[in-house]
C-alpha cells in the first residue's frame, strides 16, 4: 500500500464502495467487518458510517483498512461533499407552525429535539430534515394535527 493510500484510510471523510473485483461472501469476516459492508454504498463517509454503527473513529479505521487490504471495498473519494445547510427560514416555519399546535413550548420542544439529535440549527445539513420533522412529529399526541403538521412540513422541505 502505497503513502497516498494509508493517508486516504486515514480520512474519515474517504468513502468507499463495494468492490467489484472480489464479494465479501469469499471472505471470513467478523461481525464488525459485515456491519460495515451492509454500510457502503459509494455515498457515506467512514466517519458517517462510524456513527451510524457506533463506533470509534481508531475502530472503523482499522476495520475499514483491513477490508481495503482484503480487496472488498474500493476508495469513491476522499473529499467530503459539500453539504447544504438549512435556511433560518425553515426553522422559522417550523417553529411558527408548531406553535399553532403545542403552544409556546414550541421553542423548546424544537431545542431538546435537535439537542436529542446532536444538531445545531446553524449548521444544519438538508438531509437531516426529514429526520427533525418525524421526531418533532412524535411528540404531537394528537393524530390529526400531527398528520397536519408533518404535511405542512413536507410543502417546506420541497421547497429547500
Same mark, same amino acid.
Given at each position: @500500500?502505497?503513502?497516498i ?7 474519515? =471523510?474517504?468513502?468507499?464502495? !463495494?468492490? #467489484?473485483?472480489?464479494?465479501? #461472501?469469499?471472505?471470513? !469476516?467478523? #461481525?464488525?467487518?459485515?456491519?460495515? /459492508?451492509?454500510?457502503? *454504498?459509494?455515498?457515506?463517509?467512514? *466517519?458517517? $458510517?462510524?456513527?451510524? !454503527? ?6 472503523a479505521i ?10 472488498? /471495498? ?8 459539500e ?12 417553529? =411558527?407552525?408548531?406553535?399553532? +399546535? ?7 420542544? $424544537? ?9 445545531? +440549527?446553524?449548521?444544519? =445539513?438538508?438531509?437531516? /430534515?426529514?429526520? &427533525? $420533522?418525524?421526531? &418533532? ?6 393524530? @390529526?394535527k400531527?398528520?397536519e403538521?408533518?404535511? +405542512? @412540513?413536507?410543502?417546506? @422541505?420541497?421547497?429547500?
Open positions: @500500500m502505497d503513502e493510500q494509508v493517508k486516504t484510510l486515514l480520512n474519515l =471523510d474517504a468513502i468507499f464502495k !463495494l468492490s #467489484s473485483a472480489k464479494s465479501p #461472501s469469499d471472505a471470513t !469476516l467478523r #461481525s464488525a467487518e459485515w456491519a460495515i /459492508i451492509t454500510q457502503v *454504498d459509494g455515498q457515506k463517509s467512514i *466517519d458517517e $458510517i462510524a456513527k451510524t !454503527l457506533a463506533l470509534s473513529a481508531d475502530e482499522n476495520l475499514f483498512n483491513g477490508l481495503f487490504e482484503k480487496g472488498l /471495498i474500493e476508495l469513491v473519494s476522499v473529499t467530503k461533499a453539504k447544504k445547510l438549512v435556511s433560518q427560514a425553515f426553522f422559522k416555519v417550523l417553529n =411558527d407552525e408548531l406553535i399553532k +399546535i403545542v403552544g409556546p413550548v414550541a421553542p423548546y420542544l $424544537i431545542e431538546d429535539t435537535l439537542w436529542e439529535m446532536e444538531i445545531k +440549527i446553524e449548521n444544519c =445539513d438538508v438531509k437531516k /430534515i426529514p429526520e &427533525i $420533522i418525524e421526531a &418533532i412529529s412524535e411528540e404531537i399526541q394528537d393524530e @390529526m400531527r398528520v403538521f408533518q404535511k +405542512i @412540513m413536507l410543502n417546506e @422541505m420541497k421547497k429547500v
